[in-house]
């Protein structure tokens, strides 16, 4: 018994394999709606489903401006100066991207005017508002987005090296944590994209 005891705490303190917390989709759609709900609305949805669908870090959000929308091979892309000043492009939804601009338009806007004009504090407190609004009894905080937009990648890709690379990560153990999330029926859902072509096939 004692054996299984130090056993556990010693996964407990493995950062590789400890279960991340996360929100599923349907949670951070609820949530976006809770932010809906009050002054400022539109701008604090936008605010909650970027940090989700891109994974961006609050500080990179909060940075953002229409200047660091751009494009790789036809698809949206940001600009970001992430830790250690270093640069990279992170994957953006085309409909989020979308909802951006227009946003920025409505707003008038120029191309150096950040989307999203507060400070950190007001970020999580935006955020902890909308889950109260919400209904959540658990915590939410800004790196929880980040944490559900890397394992709704890591499901729908099965690709740990590119998930890094869209975080921002210098290690590839920092996003090997993620895997602890995944089902049986998740990893099958991912084999079965993977096809062989027989030398008969025309």
């Known amino acids: 018994m004692k054996k299984n005891n130090l056993n556990n705490r010693h996964l407990g303190s493995d950062k590789s394999i400890r279960i991340v917390p996360y929100l599923l989709p349907e949670e951070v759609q609820k949530l976006?709606?809770?932010?809906r709900t009050r002054r400022n609305g539109e701008r604090d949805s936008l605010f909650i489903l970027l940090l989700y669908q891109t994974g961006?870090?609050?500080s990179e959000a909060l940075s953002l401006t229409l200047a660091k929308i751009e494009q790789f091979e036809?698809?949206?892309?940001?600009e970001v100066m992430g830790k250690g000043k270093k640069l990279r492009l992170v994957s953006c939804p085309e409909r989020l991207a979308k909802k951006l601009i227009?946003?920025?338009s409505h707003k008038r806007f120029n191309s150096q005017d950040r989307f999203f004009p507060f400070n950190r504090i007001r970020g999580w407190q935006i955020i902890k508002q909308a889950a109260i609004r919400a209904g959540f009894e658990?915590?939410?905080?800004?790196?929880?987005?980040?944490?559900?937009?890397?394992?709704?990648?890591?499901?729908?890709?099965g690709n740990p090296k590119?998930?890094?690379?869209?975080l921002g990560h210098s290690s590839i153990?920092?996003?090997?944590?993620?895997?602890?999330?995944?089902t049986q029926e998740d990893s099958l859902r991912i084999q079965q994209q993977v096809e062989f072509k027989d030398k008969n096939d025309h």
Do not use: C, N, W
Not at 74 to 78: A, C, H, N, S
Not at 140 to 156: G, K
Not at 162 to 166: I, R, T, W
């Open 32 to 35: 976006a709606a809770g932010a």
């Open 56 to 58: 961006l870090r609050i």
């Open 74 to 78: 036809g698809k949206p892309v940001i």
């Open 102 to 104: 227009a946003y920025v």
């Open 138 to 157: 658990k915590r939410v905080f800004p790196h929880l987005l980040r944490h559900s937009d890397a394992i709704e990648r890591l499901r729908q890709t």
């Open 162 to 166: 590119a998930l890094q690379h869209h």
């Open 173 to 182: 153990s920092m996003v090997m944590r993620y895997l602890s999330t995944l």
